[in-house]
T-cell receptor
Framework: AQSVTQPDIHITVSEGASLELRCNYS??????LFWYVQSPGQGLQLLLK??????LVQGIKGFEAEFKRSQSSFNLRKPSVHWSDAAEYFC?????????????FGRGTSLIVHP | DSGVTQTPKHLITATGQRVTLRCSPR?????VYWYQQSLDQGLQFLIQ???????AKGNILERFSAQQFPDLHSELNLSSLELGDSALYFC????????????FGPGTRLTVL
């Protein structure tokens, strides 16, 4: 079965600093990979997704992620963090099975932004 | 606003009871997904419906069931509720397939006392 590990429960950065959130997955083939953001009291919003092709994926709000097959990783990056980026971030892997899929989420990384 | 609506926003009930959560997908979306988010289990996929038919099933308990109606809204039924069922329940919708973005509703917070 597939699994997702987000090794950092909390990350604290200063506003304007760069950010990298780590995500490692376990799956035998190339999975579908996603990053979502959840603000307090809100549902999840998709930041970006990778299915195939270019391993560097651009998303919304200035985020990008890089798929590295050799490391089974899909880390999320942003060059300059804004205070409004403070939220919970979830990495997810989706395994296609007969046209449908079962997504598996990591436990999330809470991003704290200091002024 | 994602365009996905969920009712009710909050629900407080007692153990052993049954509740129904409702989800209206974005206009035109055929797929509906249900998720449970709790401190213990994190965010877990429960079930997916596509155009009225069950498409994929995740970690959904036998006490839970769902359906998607002809107008594409969906209901998640939770019965014989236990304390551990207290969680946030999210609905998401997408156009058709895995390649399409899922749009999440604001969730229903269920508290079982």
């Amino acid at each position: 079965a597939q699994s997702v590990t987000q090794p950092d429960i909390h990350i604290t950065v200063s506003e304007g600093a760069s950010l990298e959130l780590r995500c490692n997955y376990s799956y035998g083939a190339t999975p579908y990979l996603f990053w979502y953001v959840q603000s307090p009291g809100q549902g999840l919003q998709l930041l970006l997704k990778y299915f195939s092709g270019d391993t560097l994926v651009q998303g919304i709000k200035g985020f990008e992620a890089e798929f590295k097959r050799s490391q089974s990783s899909f880390n999320l990056r942003k060059p300059s963090v804004h205070w409004s980026d403070a939220a919970e971030y979830f990495c997810a892997v989706g395994v296609n099975s007969g046209g449908s899929y079962i997504p598996t989420f990591g436990r999330g990384t809470s991003l704290i932004v200091h002024p | 606003d994602s365009g996905v609506t969920q009712t009710p926003k909050h629900l407080i009930t007692a153990t052993g009871q049954r509740v129904t959560l409702r989800c209206s997908p974005r206009s035109g979306d055929l797929s509906v997904y249900w998720y449970q988010q709790s401190l213990d289990q994190g965010l877990q996929f429960l079930i997916q419906y596509y155009n009225g038919e069950e498409r994929a099933k995740g970690n959904i308990l036998e006490r839970f069931s769902a359906q998607q109606f002809p107008d594409l809204h969906s209901e998640l039924n939770l019965s014989s509720l236990e304390l551990g069922d207290s969680a946030l329940y999210f609905c998401a919708s997408s156009s058709r397939t895995i390649a399409d973005t899922q749009y999440f509703g604001p969730g229903t917070r269920l508290t079982v006392l």
